[in-house]
Nanobody, 123 residues
Framework: QLQLVESGGGLVQPGGSLRLSCAAS????????IAWFRQAPGKEREGVSC????????VYADSVKGRFTISRDNAKNTVDLQMNDLKPEDTGIYYC????????????????WGQGTQVTVSS
């Protein structure tokens, strides 16, 4: 079973940047579409971005377009999420997940999840 591990979270001031990584051992992430989700306290888990395995097509949630960038690092076998111009509303636990397709960027259908990494945007 695919096991994913997120890293890179932390506390940052509004306007700051963080880079999250999603890593897997023993399995090449190239074979999977990898998505990033986040969940704020008391809210449902929402899709942030996804990169499709077949052709590299990328989708972003409207709330992060122009600020977040998803990318693959094949040398490290990771899928990274560069987050710039962070806002307090970006606060939450960020998860990466894998499936064959990105779909509609909803959590349902993603069968492999990491444990999450906390991102807190606060002054």
């Amino acid at each position: 079973q695919l096991q994913l591990v997120e890293s890179g979270g932390g506390l940052v001031q509004p306007g700051g940047s963080l880079r999250l990584s999603c890593a897997a051992s023993k399995v090449t992430l190239d074979y999977y579409s990898i998505a990033w989700f986040r969940q704020a306290p008391g809210k449902e888990r929402e899709g942030v971005s996804c990169m499709r395995s077949s052709d590299g097509t990328i989708v972003y949630a409207d709330s992060v377009k122009g600020r977040f960038t998803i990318s693959r690092d094949n040398a490290k076998n990771t899928v990274d999420l560069q987050m710039n111009d962070l806002k307090p509303e970006d606060t939450g636990i960020y998860y990466c997940a894998a499936r064959s397709l990105c779909g509609t960027l909803k959590p349902m259908g993603f069968g492999s999840w990491g444990q999450g990494t906390q991102v807190t945007v606060s002054s």
